[in-house]
């Protein structure tokens, strides 16, 4: 079984040199996902210089471990935003949603890009009787905003009881598609560099950014990380990182190629990826959580894997990966302007639908860059509605207080390190304190300090992710202490690591911890 994204196999290998000398452009964009390199070739084509650093390599983050369903069927019901922002906020959601895969299919046109785009219907279905009256409801008011929906009983699939069908969305390799899209970018003054971690931004005139020893010099940085790096309050506050788990099975028979979300609780949703003559590839996502609150993630595949084999002809498991999305505390995600900084961007809390909403803010982010008017839209950072988000700020950000002070008060168990299994990690207990200790395949002893290098919570090991995950804000870390993402600008602080002994004398475990 592969463990990682079914787009990522063939994309891990960097084409792009890291930073390597001091430049000065019109923009830095700090991110190499969608949402970075959409504006990098909205504003290349607009006639800026544009310098993007991706921490890895192009695609392996957020949009690398989605599974490219592009839709206007937002994770919150049109009926909810209508409540929370009124009409104007609700219809503006579903037309950004709408331009925004017009606009990836023209550049998949204008640019010639293979990453098997194709328009499809999207379905939110239910199984049960209970949840037919919400899908008609949605209806009614998802018209009212010109999206083309209807009701229908059944379905293309067998076990679909109702649906709410929605026309012309679409599916596509997020990862060649934005690899095509950086290809585009890199050259004629404008540059494109991986595997450069960005370790400060100096707001001024021009900005500074630090990234990999030197630095990058602009009129404006945009945070396009999925969630902004460093400390950025009040923003990261209200919006909550989450997990989720993907399976990809091999089928018999055919499913037809449209997009499928389901209305229970966990929520599933299912594409296929390719049909070939003998059967199907399918991806089957859902069974999210608040990240580094659970820990078991096998259990979470294994529910994948069980709601699969009861609906599909399924031969094998042949993928699974877990990624990460941020979720706001109002519904809609925040993009523009951060606080009060003129020329300081940020785009996060895309929930599920981050390829449509990650291209919608490129195009909000690069209108305000090229002189339009940051206040018109509704997902601005600086917008103020208590009503809408008041409840879930407060249940949000009273779980991440409970965890940090839970984790230090009640500490872990005392998992002697010689107990870990092979190629997995626990926060234990070792002389008196707390280390997080990774256990390579090996046997190779990984310490690290367990604190969070972002605000200071006790980083959880993340098995199915293969990762250190913070409960508070989001951050992840390889096995050995490397940031993978933020919004921790630098890797968990490193003790000494050595092969596994067999047995461990007094004070083998030496070294400072903050």
């Known amino acids: 079984m592969n463990p990682s994204s079914i787009w990522l196999p063939a994309s891990q290998v960097g084409t792009f040199l890291p930073l390597s000398t001091n430049h000065t452009v019109d923009v830095v964009i700090i991110g190499g996902g969608i949402t970075g390199l959409t504006l990098a070739q909205r504003l290349k084509e607009a006639g800026r210089t544009v310098a993007v650093i991706e921490m890895q390599s192009i695609g392996m983050g957020a949009t690398g471990s989605s599974t490219g369903h592009l839709t206007s069927a937002l994770d919150i019901d049109y009926a909810s935003l209508q409540a929370k922002f009124g009409q104007s906020g609700a219809q503006e959601a579903a037309r950004k949603s709408e331009a925004a895969i017009d606009h990836i299919e023209s550049l998949v046109d204008s640019l010639a890009i293979a990453c098997d785009f194709h328009r499809a ?85 021009p900005n500074v950014v630090h990234a990999g020893g030197f630095t990058v010099a602009a009129r404006h ?60 590839v399918l991806l089957i996502g859902g069974e999210d959580h608040k990240t580094a609150h659970e820990s078991d993630g096998a ?40 606080g009060g900084q003129t020329s300081i961007y940020g785009a996060t809390g895309f929930a599920g639908t981050g390829l449509t909403m990650g291209t919608a803010a490129a195009l909000d982010i690069g209108r305000i860059i090229l002189g339009g008017d940051p206040s018109l839209s509704e997902m601005r950072p600086q917008r103020f509605k208590p009503v809408a988000a008041a409840a879930n700020f407060l249940r949000e950000n009273a779980s991440a207080a409970r965890h940090m002070i839970a984790d230090r008060l009640d500490g872990p168990s005392a998992t002697p390190v010689l107990e870990i299994p092979l190629g997995e990690g626990r926060v234990t207990m070792v002389e008196g304190r707390q280390v997080a200790v990774y256990r390579s395949a090996t046997g190779q002893l990984h310490h690290l300090s367990p604190v969070c290098p972002h605000v200071g919570g006790i980083v959880k090991w993340n098995q199915a992710g293969g990762s250190w995950d913070c409960p508070l804000h989001g951050s992840r870390f390889s096995p050995d202490g490397t940031l993978l993402a933020g919004p921790a600008c630098e890797g968990l602080q490193r003790m000494r690591s050595k092969p596994d002994p067999g047995s461990e004398p007094e004070g083998a475990y030496g070294g400072a911890l903050v």
């Open 121 to 205: 219907d999207g379905w939110r279905y239910t199984e049960e009787t209970s949840g037919e009256a919400g899908l008609v409801a949605e209806s009614e008011v998802a018209r009212r905003f010109g999206l083309a929906v209807e009701v229908v009983d059944g379905g293309p699939l067998p076990f679909m009881r109702r649906s709410l069908r929605f026309r012309n969305q679409a599916m596509f390799d997020p990862v060649r598609y934005v690899r095509a899209l950086a290809n585009h970018v890199h050259g004629d003054g404008s540059y494109v560099f991986e595997k450069t971690r960005v370790e400060e931004v100096d707001g001024g005139e």
């Open 221 to 280: 940085v945009v945070h396009a990380t999925h969630t902004p790096i460093g400390v950025v309050l009040p923003l990261q506050l209200e919006v909550a990182p989450y997990t989720s788990y993907v399976i990809g099975v091999r089928l018999t028979g055919r499913v037809p190629p449209d997009l499928y979300w389901d209305t229970a609780n966990p929520y599933h949703y299912i594409r296929p990826v390719h049909t070939e003559p003998d059967g199907a």
């Open 299 to 338: 259990a979470r595949f294994a529910a994948l894997e069980s709601y699969a084999r009861s609906r599909f002809a399924v031969t094998d498991v042949a993928w699974r990966w877990a990624g990460e999305l941020f979720q706001s505390v109002d519904g809609l995600p925040y993009f523009g302007r951060l």
